[in-house]
T-cell receptor, first 115, second 116 residues
């Protein structure tokens, strides 16, 4: 079956531009997570969705970052006025429910490079 | 705040041998979950093994097993009979069991090389 799909795979953009990253979770998965992975670092939690609501957005690093989820399915992570420190791999994961006994299924990520 | 530390940036193991990857964590909570994830060069993270803190028995999944020492806040991963396909980045992760908590905290990872 289809796994978590992220697009684009790679994105290069100029500093100051806005970018949108997309995540298509596994069908039927109600929980969705966004993470950021900088070079040589572990995964940094950004935001968690349960359905269309985000009960935990504590990891968003600044107000330039926002995310939404529609129809309990596709999610977009938007970064406004990008900065060079935003360069990283952005990973999305989904699970059937939000409970920690549910394994997360990860996408391949979007590699974002800010020039 | 909880933290997860992986002190070995890189490890090597000969094919068919056994290797242990270290992970320590810091928390004031008594109930939580610990995970090991594998990230091969393809970038897709895969769950290797999961441990509930309230369980004393160490989790095992085929060639993968953990040594969970709750008092020492240590959670190491042992890979037996290492295979070339085990080469990857391995991340240790923590999640609180407190209701309404969804955040996973990851370590910085250990790169495992498997030598033929």
């Amino acid at each position: 079956g289809a796994g978590v799909s992220q697009s684009p795979s790679n994105k290069v953009t100029e500093k100051g531009k806005d970018v949108e990253l997309r995540c298509d979770p596994i069908s039927g998965h109600t929980a969705l997570y966004w993470y950021r992975q900088s070079l040589g670092q572990g995964l940094e939690f950004l935001i968690y969705f349960q359905g269309n609501s985000a009960p935990d957005k504590s990891g968003l690093p600044s107000d330039r970052f926002s995310a939404e989820r529609t129809g309990g399915s596709v999610s977009t992570l938007t970064i406004q006025r990008t900065q060079q420190e935003d360069s990283a791999v952005y990973l999305c994961a989904s699970s059937l429910f939000g409970g920690s006994n549910q394994p997360q299924h990860f996408g391949d990520g979007t590699r974002l490079s800010i020039l | 705040a909880q933290t997860v530390t992986q002190s070995q940036p890189e490890m090597s193991v000969q094919e068919a041998e056994t290797v242990t990857l270290s992970c320590t964590y810091d928390t004031s909570e008594s109930d939580y979950y610990l995970f090991w994830y594998k990230q091969p060069p393809s970038r897709q993270m895969i769950l290797v093994i999961r441990q509930e803190a309230y369980k004393q028995q160490n989790a095992t999944e085929n060639r993968f097993s953990v040594n969970f020492q709750k008092a020492a806040k240590s959670f190491s991963l042992k890979i037996s009979d290492s295979q070339l396909g085990d080469a990857a980045m391995y991340f240790c992760a923590y999640r609180s069991a407190t209701s309404g908590t969804y955040k996973y905290i990851f370590g910085t990872g250990t790169r495992l090389k498997v030598l033929a």
